[in-house]
């Protein structure tokens, strides 16, 4: 789904996200989150890839071309990816924020590697109508219908170089497999968390993921909305 | 046209239009969204005696017009604050008012003194009603005698207006309010949450880490409006209403019912600019309808 939103548009940058009303009237009430897919800063467009899951999902489902909504964004924070090679570890729409990364840096696509994983060969989003054509992919299904049969998390070691770090989004069971994974390989991970967000810009204090260490009890939790949403892997409580 | 109202205790408003505690963090994080000047004032996140983390996730849940939460009062401690926060808060160009909460009447009493002593803000609101803190919170405000110990052993060492606020979760909010009038309190505040629950069919657990929590939003708005003119019809010091306010409409309802200002919460999780925008649908309402004091409004329900 693309909209034109030149302010929003010309700020994006890799990992942010966007709250969109989904419906005017409030039914559903609060705003939905969404990664950016692609951005357009000269023509002052964004795109969003999303799964219909409930409510929410559906009115935007609903919309027409021409139809208007109210985006809030960029919200979180922008992710800078470190140097060296990239290992995207992505499961279901937990692709979005990844294929966004590699387009925003296309000089860094040569040094990027992107697995997919997805339970089955029908559930896999249509890799090339996402992902930028130079980015090196592999995929994996749980049920072996496509790619690599097994977890796409069985593909990091051999996918990886010594200085290899890890940006992972998907459901959490994946993430947290990919953080144990990594740590056991000695590499640095990020993971780009979808918490459940009611305002996404720090002001309810709902979003809050658990550090492992933190100076002071009220640093104990922190919002995703704001510190994040990419995190050190390691840091937080899977 | 006179957009001021009284709060309470000589805290003049500039207008009617608070922006609700927990729904804003501690205020100046938003400095860059709207004029300050442009709002009546602020209400801080519930400051404790020592600093939070809070509940564990998931916190909020999304319900038919309104959400759940259950944040626990994730808070810096009041030191944390003092340091912090107040310095930040002490320079917006609007009434600041600072939240407090703690577990006996002597920490809400050292905790308003120590604030006063630092001085920087207009008025302290006293949470006895957050249903979402185990050790003391909202029990306070449940009992007749507590609310009324509590409010007394603050106003005995507070030199600043004091608002108390009250939880809907209880049999009789009448009751409480007058407890809290007698206690000495210089406004009341209403309502905090209602107490609210979710639970997730498929897995048969509840939604919220700490199971229950506290609703908000247009939901509640009716509740809350009723609770309003109840106690404003029966207390004799200022009322300060919420309660799924959105917009203007939703705020001079509240301020016919007998509130003397009002506080937008959730609703700036979903509009931002909620707050600014309310202030503005009331002077529209006020030049519509050729009234020259926004005060006017309080209590001027027409009733069968
Ligand atoms: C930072 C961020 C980025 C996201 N990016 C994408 C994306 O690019 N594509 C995509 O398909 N989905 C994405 N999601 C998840 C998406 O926001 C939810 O699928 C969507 O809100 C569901 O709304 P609904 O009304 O259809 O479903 P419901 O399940 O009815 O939603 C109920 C409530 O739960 C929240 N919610 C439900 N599922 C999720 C979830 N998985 N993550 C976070 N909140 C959820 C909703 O926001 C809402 O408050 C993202 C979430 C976050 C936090
Ligand atoms: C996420 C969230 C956090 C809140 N935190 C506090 C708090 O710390 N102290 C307090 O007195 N009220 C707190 N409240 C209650 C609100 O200030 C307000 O009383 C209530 O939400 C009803 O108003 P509303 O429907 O406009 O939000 C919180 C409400 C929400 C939704
Ligand atoms: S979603 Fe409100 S603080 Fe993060």
Redesign the interface.
Known sequence: MRLDARPIAQSAGPAQFVQI?ADPV??????RPFSFLRVDRDAGWFEIYYDVIGPGTRRLQEARPGDAFNA?GPLGRVFDPPEGHLLLVAGGVGIVPLAFLAWDHPERRLSTTLLMGANTATRLPDLDALLPADLVRHVSTDDGTTGHAGFVTDLIEQHATPTTAVLTCGPHAMMARVAQITAELSLSCYASLE?????G??????????YRESD???E??RRVCLDGPVVDAHGIVW | MDMTVDIGGGLRLRNPVLMASGTFGHGAEYQGLFDFAHIGGVVTKTITRHPRAGNPPPRTAETPSGMLNSIGLTNPGLEGFIAEKLPQLSDLPTARIVSIAGTSSEEFAEMAEALCEHGGFDAIELNISSPNMKDGGMLFGCREDSARDVTRAVKDVADLPVIVKLTPNVTDIVAIANAVEEGGADGVALINTLLGMAIDIESARPILGNVTGGLSGPAVKPVALALTWKVASAVGIPVVGMGGISNATDAIEFMIAGANAIQVGTATFVDPLAGPNTVDGIIDYCQRKEIVRVAQLTGSIALP
């Open positions: 009303l409030g039914s559903p009430y609060l705003r809030l918490n459940h967000m009611a305002c810009f720090g002001a309810c204090v709902g979003c809050v993921v658990e002071r009890e009220d104990r939790y």
